[in-house]
């Protein structure tokens, strides 16, 4: 595919980024680079500086598995004061990004220098979200899928510290197998893991699934919010049976997409879903709105809601009878 350019790139980052629903702030022009960007949620805000470029093959004389980004346009990276530096490529064949260590390249650059990742990586991240490649010089490269972005950002720094461990790219890989699979990490790979690093690695495993089951449940629903139909990026995975409850799980069929509205009001119980699909409205909750005077829009609200939600073709994927059932009670749902 032909290589993009730095604008497009940078677009590719902050769309990676408000697709989780983050915020972006610019704090140099956007036709810098790199570029200083504030990413922030309601309860997390970072300051990062971005170096990025396109993933290519190694070139001549190269293992035919081995990718690169060529570095072009500096000769040395400069920190962020009081934030993050990343250091990054794209993709675009298959579309995920890479991250190196910030902290194994201060120095000045070389001569022609260059980064690399194996294809291997790049690929599983695909798959399950993130991998890690070990350079063997105690530096990790990070291979990370679009949706598990914000997740690296904020636990950057212990990531790549994991290259102090012995082995540690096949531990990070049987975090990520697990991962995606949506199961717990069973202690005998925690054990592996100094006790000091052990927070990031539960931080890492709920990060991926977390991400793994928001990708699988948009796929599953098209991206369309299950109760309104609409697209536009505004569609997020929400747990039937919330995460908290010992029956939760990460299950496609423990899913519904919902664009954000929505998503508040099911989680709020100003909706639900029955057993056979139908939407429902809590009219004892909305009559608590009414007494508080706190009912403005019910009226359009509720004339704007569909019969049935919109389901995923795959049987298999449509919401649990069981689950929905449970999640009205979990919630006191009166109809």
Partial sequence: MPRLAKQALIQKFIRAIQSRGWNILYLSSIRLHPIDLQIFNKEESYKVRLYIWNITPGGRNRPPDEYRIQITGVDHFTPVPEGKTLIMGWWEDVGVFAGWDYFKHRGRLGRSPSLQIRQHFLEQAYSDGFSVYDKGNRELAAAIRPDFLVDYIRNLEDIHKFGEIPNAELILDEISSASAQGIELNESIIAKVPEERRRVISQVNRALRSTNFRAKVLTAYNNKCAICGIQLELVEAAHIIPVGHPRSNDEIYNGIALCSLHHKAFDKALIGVSADYHIIVNESEFQ????????????????????????????????NVQFLELALRIRNFSR
């Fill in 288 to 319: 608590r709105l009414r007494s508080l005077r706190l009912e403005a829009g019910e009226l359009p609200f509720k004339g704007n809601l569909r019969p049935l939600i919109i389901l995923p073709p795959a049987v298999n994927d449509r919401p």
